[in-house]
């Protein structure tokens, strides 16, 4: 028998005997110190010694006994024999000769560091850190034991642990025979990070799947606090293309977990750390360096845990497993909201869903059996006790919690949407409302009432290819990772206004005045770079701001800054604005934002494009702000081809720009003198004038090799104008996503029978 196992002889190929924890733990220690990631050492006590107690101390029939006929979904039955299992084994006593190889195990590792150390004591079942299921959090760990006394009392403790209630609920909800899984036990020496911080990193966005990023949670103190989603942690995505941040998030971390004279307490965490990043940028991208190495030695998406020592300053990787939910996507569900209602409550939204159901209250573990099936549970955190309900939870709310704690993982394997860091939820909801929890973008929303969804899916393996470029207008960056599945061909539209409205909402010489100019770049390049990360390596073409004055003046400050005009669609808008000494600065605050990504993102798929451009001159001299910025030459820069002028003098916008963007909408209403808006006015894209402008920039712009798409509804509305600009050989087409694959189906349709 293999009573003790230390991490250099261990391998991933061991979970029989170690668990997936441990066989993880020591296939790193043993592979992967020689790429420079750290882990800290120890030894697991096998399933083997694991059997042996439990043969030793005759609790296998009696254990048997007390499950039979069990009927998980009866809580009250389930809690009442898991409690009496966990009493059995408590009241148990470790054999002699296992009891011994734990403790001389211990001395070696304390010799190792030359002190008797603290300890980490964690549980690692056979069944766990699987492929097809993580069981996450379903036994127990024990930190900061010191001694052999408390080393003892832990493992024993841990053995219990396989019979949590959670774990035999998940147990018999994954379909695994209750005695086939066997514990194993790992103690390791702790990291310090109860001086420093720790967190939690997936090799791909947990919400969607997304591939090209690894996204990282961290906060003060030891993990599990992260985990449990008692706090709101910092969070960072690192592209794995470049290697660079392209966007974070500070949390709250109000308090952390550390270490007491035995065990662990809660402490506060001070004004001046809370308002600061918990990581560097330079451990951010250790870390994220740290986590492609370990995916690419798994060949698979990983979750990983990590921490930070606070004596030696040093990061060390604490697990990895595979992540289970999106390794093996082949089709995207969208859901689609009917109508709104009124906002109750807003969050972070985990998974991409929409569910209804009355809302159910709980802020005490004792009360879980009072919960009924579909309902919404409403909760300040959750944690692996808690699973038996949410299994049968139509939506999950907590207000602690980031994208990585407890009720996001389990929620995401359930499949079921949740919101989580929805603060007050507990005041603002009450007991039997009925609600829909929307979490289709990463503002997860309360709407008042059971609301009407559909659900939309698309498989991501029949997609056709098109010699056209078939591209996407999107303008929100918590779409984008989701819409990567559907292969565009890049992105011929990002709008930026949304980023500006919703994740800045200042206006840019308001900002400017109050001295926000750095937070005001930092956000619209963080956008942009969601956005440009989704298509990589396709172009982007990201439109300047195409706000009017009436909608600048909706932001904050706006109203000092802004006249109000008769007709805002064709006033103070687009390039006349760039040029205009006034608004210059704002402007220069874009083409900043622009450069961050480029140079300090290293998205180089970048380029840009002019909207609202009348007259050469204003080409001219927005151009010329361009070259003296010195951005001119790092991109390609577009115009919209919006104005009838923009084609009149077509030969002379081409020897100018790089390229065109048909704006069809404006494009029919400054032609046709049309309010686009007007619901009695016949606008539509087909008339003729239209038409023929299109074909004549096109033909004026292939002259001088210069690339025509369109961003607009009518190629995706009319079959025979998707024609019209396949004759004509437009070289792209933009749609918005919600048409993306009908137009994409169209498109190749069409090629195939014109090339007939």
Known sequence: ?????????????????????????????????????????????????????????????????????????????????????????????????????????????????????????????????????????????????????????????????????????????????????????????????????????????????FRNVVCIEASYGLGEYIVKGVVNPDSFFVFKPTGRIIKKELGSKNVKLVFSKTGTKQKKVALKEKIKFSLSDKEVLELADYAMKIENHYKRPMDIEFAKDGIDKKLYILQARPETVHAKKKEIEKYILSRKSRKLLEGIAIGRKISSGRVHIINDIKKIEEFKQKEILIAKQTNPDWEPIMKIASGIITERGGSTSHASIVSRELGIPCIVGA??????????????????????????????????????????KTRTKIMLILGTPEEAFDLSFLQPDGIGLARIEYIISNWIKIHPLYAIEKGKQEFYIQKLAEGISM???????????????????????????????????????????????????????????????????????????????????????????????????????????????????????????????????????????????????????????????????????????????????????APSKYPEYAKFLLENKIDSISVNPDVFLETKIRVAKLERQLSN
């Open 531 to 713: 956005l440009a990360a989704s298509v990589y390596p396709n172009q982007i073409i990201v439109r300047f701001s195409d706000f009017k004055t009436n909608e600048y003046r909706n932001l904050l400050g706006g109203e000092k800054y802004e006249q109000e005009e008769n007709n805002p669609m064709l006033g103070f808008r687009g390039a006349s604005r760039y040029i205009d000494k006034k608004f210059k600065p704002a402007f220069l605050l874009e083409c900043e934002a622009i450069r961050k990504v480029i140079e300090e993102m290293g998205l180089k798929n970048v380029d840009v494009m002019i909207p609202f451009c009348r007259t050469i001159k204003e080409a001219k001299e927005v151009l010329k702000i361009l070259k003296e910025i010195d951005l001119r030459k790092k991109l390609k820069v577009y115009v919209m081809a919006e104005i009838p002028s923009n084609i009149i003098l077509a030969d002379k916008f081409a020897k100018l720009f790089d390229g065109f963007s048909i704006g069809s909408n404006d494009l029919t209403q400054l032609t046709l003198g049309i309010d686009r808006d007007n619901q009695i006015l016949n606008f539509d894209e087909r008339n003729e004038s239209v038409k023929k402008l299109i074909s004549r920039l096109i033909k004026v712009a292939h002259k001088y090799r210069k690339p025509v798409g369109i961003c607009g509804q």
């Open 1 to 209: 028998m293999k009573s003790i196992l230390f991490f250099s002889e261990i391998r991933n190929k061991d979970v029989k005997l170690v668990g997936g924890k441990n066989a993880s733990l020591g296939e790193m220690y043993s592979k992967l110190k020689d790429k420079g990631i750290r882990v800290t050492n120890g030894f697991a006590i096998t399933s083997e010694s694991y059997d042996y107690f439990i043969r030793e101390n005759n609790l296998d029939k009696k254990i048997k006994a007390i499950l039979k006929d069990l009927n998980i979904r009866n809580i009250k039955e389930l809690r009442e024999k898991g409690k009496r299992i966990r009493k059995l084994i408590l009241n148990s006593e470790i054999p002699e000769k296992i009891k011994k190889e734990i403790l001389e195990s211990y001395k070696k590792l304390c010799m190792e560091y030359g002190r008797e150390v603290e300890v980490a004591v964690r549980s690692s079942a056979t069944a766990e850190d699987l492929p097809e299921a993580s069981f996450a959090g379903a036994q127990e760990t024990y930190l900061n034991i010191k001694g052999e006394k408390e080393l003892l009392k832990s493992v024993v403790r841990c053995y219990s642990s396989l019979f949590t209630d959670r774990a035999i609920s998940y147990r018999e909800e994954k379909g695994f025979d209750q005695f086939a899984v066997k514990l194993s036990v790992g103690v390791q020496k702790m990291v310090r990070s109860d001086l420093a911080c720790s967190g939690v990193m997936f090799t791909l966005d947990p919400n969607t799947g």
């Open 423 to 464: 603060k007050d939820a507990m005041k603002k909801l009450r007991n039997g409302q009925e609600v829909t929890i929307d979490c289709t973008s990463s503002k997860g929303i309360v709407w008042k009432g059971k609301l009407n969804y559909k659900i939309k899916k698309i498989s991501i393996e029949k997609l056709p």
